[in-house]
């Protein structure tokens, strides 16, 4: 069985749409550690709150870039993208804490959903570069 050119598109486009996610938590993660650790008036009470902010703007962001790159399809490389990283984060944190499901786990899951399912969307739908003559 051969891979149609436009299932081809999806995958690769869902494959570096999720890259891009990937790289921008470490980014954004690393980022905010060095904020906390500078900042000693933060109290350690948001940091799930801002690592949720965190996912899910790069969720939104890698989705976008998928989108943007497969022009088509945008609900199904959003969905992929937030759903593949939901199911990755879930899993790290289930092998690094005793706690598996806390009471923000379906905050996070619905936030990480959503963004990756709008990022997707807006990625296939931006308007192309306005070239000035």
Do not use: W
């Amino acid at each position: 069985m051969s891979v149609s050119h436009d299932n081809q598109r999806i995958i690769k486009a869902t494959v570096i749409g999720m890259l891009g996610t990937m790289v921008l938590i470490l980014l954004l993660t690393c980022l905010f550690a060095a904020i906390l650790k500078m900042t000693p008036g933060i109290t350690y009470g948001i940091i799930d709150y801002v690592m949720i902010a965190i996912q899910g703007v790069s969720v939104l962001l890698g989705s976008y870039i998928g989108g943007a790159i497969a022009k088509c399809r945008g609900l199904i490389i959003g969905a992929l993208c937030g759903g593949i990283t939901l199911l990755i984060l879930l899993a790290c944190g289930m092998c690094m804490t005793q706690n598996d499901i806390t009471i923000l786990t379906p905050v996070k899951s619905a936030v990480i959903l959503l963004c990756g399912l709008g990022g997707g969307i807006i990625g296939v739908n931006r308007k192309e570069k306005v070239r000035i003559k």
